[in-house]
Each structure stands twice: as C-alpha cells, then as structure tokens.
C-alpha cells in the first residue's frame, strides 16, 4: 500500500477513506479497489515523496556500497520497495539510477499487478508489513518505504527493526518517509532513537520535506544505515 502523504484537503473518494481506514484488512481492500485509477488520481498533485526518496537512497548508496559506480547508479544492488503501491518509486529507481533488482512488496495485490506492468520490478510478493516478515537476515542492500508509514497503515513496531533485520550488516540503507504530524506522536522518533541507542543504526537524514513539490512541509525523510 502506498498512502500519498497528507493530500487530505483533496476531493478524492477513495483518499478520504483511505485515511478513515483502521486495520491492515480495511485498507487493503481499498487499495484493490483503488489500484487501477490510482496513479491517475495523483497525476498534478504533485507527490513529492517518491522522488525524494529515491534520490535520498541512491545518494546514501553512491557513499555506502562498493558496488555504487561514481554516478551513484544502483545496478545489481538488492533493494526492496516496501509498499511499493503501483510501482511509483520503482520507476523513479529504475529509470533515474539504474536500478535492476528491486523486489516490491505491498499487501494488495491489486496494487502489485500495477507495478508488475512497470517492468521496474525483478519480484514481487504480497506482504504485510505490519506483522514479522519472513525474509531472511541480510537479504537486501537497502530498503526504501514511502507513503507507508502512516494513519490506518504501519506503525513503527516492527517494521523498523525488521528494516534492519532484513538489510545487509554494516552498511545497509534504509530509506522512509513517516507523516510529519505523527512522526512522533505514532512513536516512529521513538523507535528510530531507540535503535539508535541500542547501536543498531546510525542515522543519516531526518529532516522534514515537503509532502508535494511545491511544498516544504507535511512529511519527514528519514535515511538510516545499519551498523
């Protein structure tokens, strides 16, 4: 599922419901429903957040991985798209950087079948990453997570700590983007600060960006990599 941040003043049916959502089911369906027309519905809103987070996270990589050629290209590395949606970050990865190994998980599937026409993905898989995930330790040179973590979507617990799991020791990237206005009263700042604290992340970027690109507010950015 991908939440497209804080557009709440938009007359979009299912948007507001998305935001009414309370469970992990509820919204799931809704994104089946919504899946064919949503990038559509979001095409002139201005949706900031992919681009940024794809930018974040092939800079972050041009730095951390051996692999990463000068101009900050991620082929051949192992990124995973959590909440991949219709594959909107995916086609920012692939075309921008040069991304050839992105795996999208997303709880709709209707979604999926969206992203699966991009061409961007080498796999994808329906998951909900509210609960553990069964993907093994080190799986991934980075995961990136936009529009995500959000009201009536995923809280910080687990996902933080299975992001960490999940991506490769010493040097695995993680890029989020979190709903400024809950950054911390969802207790995502907490999580962060506490996998921080117990010396499992370092944390490169949080800083709050704009939700559309005509804006400077509404989201929070956030790059981590695991030590």
């Known amino acids: ?60 990589l041009a730095k951390a991985s051996p692999h990463s050629s000068s101009g900050g290209q991620l082929a051949g590395l192992r990124i995973a798209d959590a909440g991949c949606g219709t594959g909107l970050v995916g086609r920012e990865l692939a075309t921008k950087y040069g991304a050839d190994n992105v795996s999208g998980l997303d709880i709709s ?31 991934f040179d980075a995961v990136v997570c936009v529009g995500t973590l959000t009201r009536g979507h995923v809280g910080p617990d687990p996902v933080f700590k299975e992001f960490v799991r999940i991506v490769k020791q010493g040097g695995g990237v993680m890029v989020t983007t979190v709903l400024d206005d809950i950054w911390e009263s969802g207790g995502y700042k907490a999580e962060v600060e506490r996998l921080k604290d117990d010396g499992s992340i370092e944390i490169l970027r949080a800083e709050v960006v704009g ?17």
Request: glycine fraction near 8%; charge should be negative; aromatic fraction near 8%.
């Open 1 to 60: 599922m991908s939440d497209p941040g804080d557009l709440r003043s938009e007359n979009n049916t299912f948007l507001q419901r998305v935001y009414a959502a309370t469970t992990a089911t509820e919204s799931q369906g809704l994104y089946d429903q919504w899946a064919a027309q949503y990038d559509k519905d979001l095409e002139g809103l201005d949706y900031a957040f992919p681009t940024l987070a794809a930018e974040a996270l092939s800079q972050a």
């Open 109 to 139: 599937s209707g979604m999926l079948e969206v992203a699966r026409k991009t061409g961007c993905y080498a796999k994808l898989d329906v998951v909900d990453l509210s609960k553990p995930l069964t993907i093994p330790n080190g799986s």
């Open 211 to 227: 939700v559309r690109a005509t804006s400077n507010v509404g989201g929070r950015l956030l790059v981590l990599k695991k030590l």
